[in-house]
C-alpha cells in the first residue's frame, strides 16, 4: 500500500492526501522524527500540540507535518480537533510516542476501501517491555466486557484505527479525555458498524508515558472508559424495553446514548 497514488490536488497545489493521520502529541520530541518518518506516501500527518513544553510542535512542522494547536487537555480533545482538522476521505488515529507504525495502517486501510469493515482497530503485539502488566490486564478486562455488550470478537482496544472521515464525524463523538476511543467503538456498534482488527506490532515507546504507562494514569482512563460502558449499558437495556426510553442528560465528560 506504500505505493498507493495521492488523491489530486483541489487547486493545483500538493496531492490531497489518501489518508490523514491524526497523532494526539504532548512532549514527543524524542519519538516524532521515527513516527513521521514512517508514514507511507499518500498519508499526511495531523500532528495535535496539546500543550508540549518541548517543542515538540515546531519540530512537527519542521518534519513536514500539519500542525494543529488544541490547548484542552485530554486525548480526546486532541484526537477530536486532529478529525475536525481532517480533509482526506479515510483518517487514521495512531499514537505519536513511536510504540506504534503508522505504516500498519495499510491494511486497515484496503480493509475500509474495499468496504469489508467501517472501523479497523490494530490488535497489539507486545514486544517484550512495551505494555505494562497493570495496562494489559485492564485492557483485556475492558476487551471482556465489550464482546459480552456488543458481540463483536475485540481483543484489544487498540490506539491505531481508521475509518471514513465522513463516517467518523457522523457519530458525533462527546468524549474529551480518555474515553474518546472507547466511545468510538460503542458508537460503531450502535450505528451497526462493522468492526475489524488486524495484528499490529507494539514497541516500547521513547520517552515519558501519560497514560497507561502509569498507574495513576490507567486509573483515570478506566474511569473515563467506565462512563462510557455505563452509557452503552444504559443503551442497550432501554433497547430491551417496552417502550422507547428517555434519553439520558449528556454526561460533563462526554459519555451520551
Request: hydrophobic residues 40%; proline residues 9%; aromatic residues 4%.
Amino acid at each position: 500500500m506504500a505505493g498507493l497514488p495521492n488523491g489530486p490536488a483541489d487547486d493545483g497545489g500538493p496531492p490531497a492526501a489518501l489518508v490523514d493521520v491524526v497523532l494526539p502529541c504532548l512532549n514527543e520530541r524524542s519519538a516524532l522524527p521515527k513516527v513521521l518518518g514512517a508514514l507511507p506516501p499518500g498519508y499526511r500527518a495531523i500532528v495535535v500540540d496539546n500543550g508540549s513544553s518541548d517543542g515538540s510542535g515546531a519540530l512537527a512542522a519542521s518534519l513536514g507535518a500539519t500542525v494543529v494547536d488544541e490547548p484542552r487537555r485530554g486525548f480526546g480533545a486532541a484526537a477530536h480537533a486532529g478529525l475536525l482538522a481532517a480533509t482526506a476521505e479515510f483518517v487514521g488515529f495512531c499514537d505519536c510516542d513511536g510504540s506504534l507504525d503508522p505504516a500498519q495502517l495499510a491494511p486497515m486501510l484496503e480493509l475500509v476501501r474495499t468496504a469489508r469493515a467501517d472501523l479497523v482497530l490494530g490488535a497489539r503485539r507486545p514486544a517484550r517491555g512495551a505494555w505494562p502488566i497493570h495496562a494489559r490486564l485492564a485492557n483485556m478486562v475492558l476487551s471482556r466486557q465489550l464482546r459480552r455488550l456488543t458481540g463483536i470478537p475485540l481483543t484489544d482496544l487498540g490506539p491505531l484505527r481508521l475509518a471514513r472521515r465522513s463516517a467518523l464525524l457522523g457519530l458525533d463523538l462527546k468524549d474529551r479525555r480518555s474515553g474518546y476511543p472507547l466511545e468510538m467503538f460503542l458508537k460503531a456498534h450502535r450505528d451497526g458498524w462493522r468492526v475489524a482488527e488486524v495484528p499490529v506490532d507494539y514497541a516500547p515507546r521513547l520517552g515519558k508515558s501519560k497514560v497507561t504507562g502509569t498507574l495513576r494514569g490507567t486509573v483515570t482512563a478506566l474511569k473515563d472508559m467506565g462512563t462510557q460502558l455505563a452509557a452503552a449499558s444504559q443503551r442497550t437495556q432501554a433497547t430491551k424495553g417496552d417502550g422507547p426510553a428517555d434519553r439520558a442528560p449528556a454526561d460533563p465528560h462526554g459519555a451520551t446514548p
